[in-house]
């Protein structure tokens, strides 16, 4: 993995760890483009503070801003989250294999009294 | 705050203290690691805080591969911290490692975290329960 992918990495999941930026861009996974008042409007907080989200989207690469006319339109780019998914699967398989051979080295020889016990 | 991390737990019919030996004694890293029934051909590990582990492995294909990593923290048969990367790519981020044994009836609970490390830039967000909405993701992105 080169540097530059580690650093976008690490932007994609700082960028996903809030749970409104995760919920802005489920909605921008459900419709193509929104604009920035309707994507504010389900949450309970600041038109700014969703400024702020959609800011730190942008830097992660994540979303990308349209200015049309007087609206400004969000798009989702989905390409830095599948870095992320890759990484989390890739590990999943890794482990999910490892602990396999752990479980399997660990249970191959029980003490005798076990074994007793068990008949 | 919480980075995405991936959570495996299991419970096995083994005591911690075995468990943590497999962990962490060379001759018994070398019984079981790596992912497929390819030998391990190096392990080494200085079991104390900042103390080092490499393991050497050539999978079933011959392609070899090393990971090593820092012992963090070391509670004998109930907790290891280390870190993780892989020393075949030098580029890749350093990750964080987490193994608890718990007793449980004749076995143990052992619950594996390997999460990337909290960094500043991540600070001002609110707690959140990752995985699950990873999930979403993963089916809204598509897995690989």
Redesign the interface.
């Known amino acids: 993995?080169?540097?530059s992918q580690?650093l976008v990495?690490?932007?994609t999941?700082?960028a996903?760890?809030?749970?409104?930026r995760?919920a802005l861009?489920?909605r921008l996974?459900e419709e193509d483009s929104v604009s920035i008042s309707e994507l504010a409007r389900p949450f309970p907080v600041s038109l700014p503070a969703i400024m702020k989200h959609l800011d730190v989207l942008e830097d992660a690469g994540l979303i990308t801003r349209e200015k049309t006319g007087r609206t400004v339109n969000c798009q989702l780019i989905?390409q830095p989250?599948?870095e992320?998914?890759?990484w989390?699967?890739r590990?999943?398989?890794?482990?999910?294999?490892?602990?396999d051979?752990?479980?399997?080295?660990?249970?191959r020889d029980?003490p005798p009294t076990?074994k007793a016990r068990k008949k | 705050m919480t980075k995405p991390s991936l959570t495996i737990r299991r419970r096995i019919k083994a005591s911690p203290e075995k468990l943590f030996r497999a962990w962490t004694d060379p001759a018994n890293i070398r019984q079981w690691w790596g992912p497929d029934d390819g030998p391990v051909l190096h392990a080494e590990a200085d079991l104390r805080v900042g103390g080092a582990f490499r393991v050497k492995f050539r999978m079933l294909d011959g392609d070899e591969h090393e990971c090593g990593g820092t012992y963090r923290e070391i509670v004998p048969n109930e907790k290891l911290i280390f870190t993780w990367q892989w020393l075949s790519d030098a580029d890749e981020v350093e990750t964080l490692v987490t193994v608890l044994l718990q007793p449980d009836g004749d076995g143990t609970a052992m619950t594996f975290t390997h999460a990337q490390f909290q960094d500043e830039k991540t600070r001002d967000g609110h707690q959140a329960g990752w995985s699950g909405s990873f999930d979403k993701l993963e089916r809204a992105f598509g897995a690989p």
């Open positions: 993995m080169v540097k580690t990495l690490d932007r999941f700082a996903l760890s809030d749970p409104t995760r861009l489920a996974d989905a989250m599948q992320a998914v890759a989390l699967n590990y999943e398989r890794f482990w999910n294999k490892q602990l051979r752990l479980t399997a080295f660990v249970e029980q076990k």
